[in-house]
T-cell receptor, first 115, second 110 residues
Framework: KAGVTQTPRYLIKTRGQQVTLSCSPI?????VSWYQQTPGQGLQFLFE???????NKGNFPGRFSGRQFSNSRSEMNVSTLELGDSALYLC??????????????FGPGTRLLVL | SQQGEEDPQALSIQEGENATMNCSYK?????LQWYRQNSGRGLVHLIL?????REKHSGRLRVTLDTSKKSSSLLITASRAADTASYFC??????????FGTGTRLTVIP
């Protein structure tokens, strides 16, 4: 099976702009989670989608939003970008949501730089 | 915050030596997982240990879990240069998201 894919891999934006990142999970996986990784804050959970519904949300402002499509592909959007949004954004997929044995399979990430 | 902490932050060893890194967390968990990350890329799952398990092995990896101390350790035996990476512990509580530790940067010198 193909792994989790994320596009684009690199992105440069300026403050105030908005950005949309895309994630395609492993075929058959219905749960997609998003994480932000920065040197200062480490890896932080953004949100999780399962069957097109947001199941869980981390402690991020409303500028961060996401959605999931019927084919399980997910997008996340950040509006009104700030310098502090510069980070590696990681997407992870699992077969189903809620099983405590489920491990997450991560994509290579999208590195966003906000100038 | 449920985020764990890892110790040490950085570790440098010679090839062939063993590497041990520790993780402490704050809340009760269902399981604890270890992940590896190479050079700011995606994370790769290494091993999962459930809250009712005390020790688990996978190849050169050995993980222990002490729920009374809320701590875990990852031992990599006979390290190789290819093991150079950052290692993160992650805990899964009641919700489905993972809470990651701060990571240990391991450098294996050939």
């Amino acid at each position: 099976k193909a792994g989790v894919t994320q596009t684009p891999r690199y992105l440069i934006k300026t403050r105030g702009q908005q950005v949309t990142l895309s994630c395609s999970p492993i075929s058959g996986h219905r749960s997609v989670s998003w994480y932000q990784q920065t040197p200062g804050q480490g890896l932080q959970f953004l949100f999780e989608y399962f069957s097109e519904t947001q199941r869980n949300k981390g402690n991020f402002p409303g500028r961060f939003s996401g959605r999931q499509f019927s084919n399980s592909r997910s997008e996340m959007n950040v509006s009104t970008l700030e310098l502090g949004d510069s980070a590696l954004y990681l997407c992870a997929s699992t077969f189903q949501s809620g099983g405590d044995q489920e491990t997450q399979y991560f994509g290579p990430g999208t590195r966003l730089l906000v100038l | 915050s449920q985020q764990g902490e890892e110790d040490p932050q950085a570790l440098s060893i010679q090839e062939g030596e063993n590497a041990t890194m520790n993780c402490s967390y704050k809340t009760s968990i269902n399981n604890l997982q270890w992940y590896r990350q190479n050079s700011g890329r995606g994370l790769v799952h290494l091993i999962l240990i459930r809250s009712n398990e005390r020790e688990k092995h996978s190849g050169r990896l050995r993980v222990t879990l002490d729920t009374s101390k809320k701590s875990s350790s990852l031992l990599i035996t006979a390290s190789r240069a290819a093991d150079t990476a950052s290692y993160f512990c992650a805990t899964r509580g009641g919700a489905n998201n993972l809470f990651f530790g701060t990571g240990t940067r391991l450098t294996v010198i050939p």
